[in-house]
């Protein structure tokens, strides 16, 4: 009875690995033709204020600011904002001032608090500064290509436009081990998962990098509508679409900064983004399990009791996972001619495994802390403070 019983869990492990095999491939081959495809150049190039709230330092900083600055664009601003004066980011801004004389930079330094959510309450202080009606809301980390704002004004002028948003692949800030699979874990599941999801019809908003006009945004109530919630991307992409306008992606690649320099940061981070998703999807979240094969076929292949057919099988999926993640890496050097997080072959199987962990690590609490703030997310994924003496997972970005 409890041969048969083990028998089938392994049989269903390598169900979920085939069927985790399959979702890489269609998910590398969609990577593939978004990551080659160039959108249209836009038809006109109005100005445009790039908002990028900033909180703390952090690795490649500097780098990451200074992309945005030498856009390929005729007319833009760039605001950053901080909450004090001593705020250590304001030296990397500094510098990218030295870097860039002649782009229009405006600093807003405001210690007002609007809400839990730090990073929109940042953003609220920091509007006032913007001169143009069309707005890009940018992550601290984000990296972007010389033509990023063509790409996004180009999406924007599609008729029944109300919001434009882009994928994004992970810049290690190192070559340790960490950095690298949280990397890894960006490029082979959150994006092939992103534009699979949107190919299915959804218009998810994803928050490192938007545009939108302040119409828009006005008619929606605002960014004070945001400030309650921790998914705030998520939240603005439906009130969007509340108002009939579309969600669409530029056809752009930016990434973003993976600062994690140890296991347990990393885990931590990976935590916080699983409960936010939990909340937000709880079901698409539980089906993303089958993203892991490597994780289902060692779990099959040790329930099988390691024998030479359970091992040949794992080791076909450990090789086609490889594979897939090959091409990934290949079509996002197409944007990112210098990204490195490129994860060895033997590393793969301890990123599923991490991946299955975090996935059962977050049903047991919705608590999360960001940016020093410890809150507990509900369904709507609003922000609950929770006593300092409770401990909360801790993360150094927003979702």
């Given at each position: 009875m409890i041969e048969t019983a083990v028998s089938l869990l392994a049989w269903f492990c390598f169900v979920g690995a085939a069927l985790g095999i399959l979702q890489a491939a269609i998910g590398s081959r969609l990577v593939r033709r978004f990551a080659g495809a160039r959108g249209g150049d836009p038809a006109h190039r109005p100005p445009v204020t790039v908002l990028k709230p900033l909180h703390g330092d952090e690795p490649l900083l500097e780098v990451a600011l200074a992309s945005v600055c030498a856009q390929r664009y005729p007319n833009f601003q760039v605001v950053f904002g901080v909450g004090n004066a001593a705020d250590p980011a304001l030296r990397a801004v500094h510098r990218v001032r030295e870097r860039f004389p002649d782009c229009d930079i405006a600093v807003v330094i405001d210690p007002a608090r609007h809400g839990r959510n730090g990073k929109v309450g940042n953003l609220i202080n920091m509007l006032?500064?913007?001169?143009?009606?069309?707005?890009?809301?940018?992550?601290?980390?984000?990296?972007?290509?010389?033509?990023?704002?063509?790409?996004?004004?180009?999406?924007?002028?599609?008729?029944?436009?109300?919001?434009?948003?882009?994928?994004?692949?992970?810049?290690?800030?190192?070559?340790?081990?960490?950095?690298?699979?949280?990397?890894?874990?960006?490029?082979?599941?959150?994006?092939?998962?992103?534009?699979?999801?949107?190919?299915?019809?959804?218009?998810?908003?994803?928050?490192?990098?938007?545009?939108?006009?302040?119409?828009?945004?006005?008619?929606?109530?605002?960014?004070?509508?945001?400030?309650?919630?921790?998914?705030?991307?998520?939240?603005?992409g439906q009130l969007v679409r509340r108002q009939g306008l579309s969600v669409r992606l530029a056809h752009t690649v930016p990434a973003t900064t993976v600062p994690e320099e140890t296991l347990s940061a990393l885990f931590s981070h990976e935590l916080r983004w699983a409960r936010t998703i939990r909340a937000l999807a709880p079901v698409s979240f539980l089906l993303s399990a089958v993203q892991y094969p490597v994780w289902w076929a060692a779990l099959g292949a040790a329930l099988a009791g390691c024998g030479t057919v359970p091992l040949v099988a794992f080791g076909v999926v450990w090789a086609s996972r490889a594979m897939f993640a090959h091409r990934i890496d290949r079509a996002l050097a197409l944007h990112i001619p210098d990204l490195a997080?490129?994860?060895?072959?033997?590393?793969?199987?301890?990123?599923?495994?991490?991946?299955?962990?975090?996935?059962?690590?977050?049903?047991?609490?919705?608590?999360?802390?960001?940016?020093?703030?410890?809150?507990?997310?509900?369904?709507?994924?609003r922000t609950h403070p929770v006593p300092p003496s409770r401990p909360a997972y801790a993360a150094q970005e927003s979702c």
């Open positions: 006032p500064a913007a001169k143009h009606d069309l707005l890009v809301i940018s992550d601290s980390d984000v990296h972007v290509a010389a033509d990023y704002l063509d790409r996004l004004v180009a999406a924007l002028e599609l008729p029944g436009t109300g919001l434009v948003t882009t994928v994004y692949a992970g810049l290690p800030s190192s070559r340790g081990w960490a950095s690298r699979l949280g990397a890894a874990q960006i490029a082979y599941g959150f994006l092939p998962g992103a534009l699979m999801a949107r190919a299915l019809g959804r218009q998810d908003c994803l928050g490192a990098s938007m545009m939108l006009r302040r119409e828009t945004l006005n008619r929606i109530g605002g960014l004070p509508a945001l400030v309650r919630h921790l998914a705030d991307d998520n939240v603005l997080f490129r994860v060895p072959v033997w590393l793969l199987p301890m990123r599923d495994a991490m991946s299955a962990v975090v996935m059962v690590a977050s049903y047991a609490g919705r608590r999360v802390a960001w940016r020093g703030d410890a809150m507990d997310a509900d369904g709507g994924v």
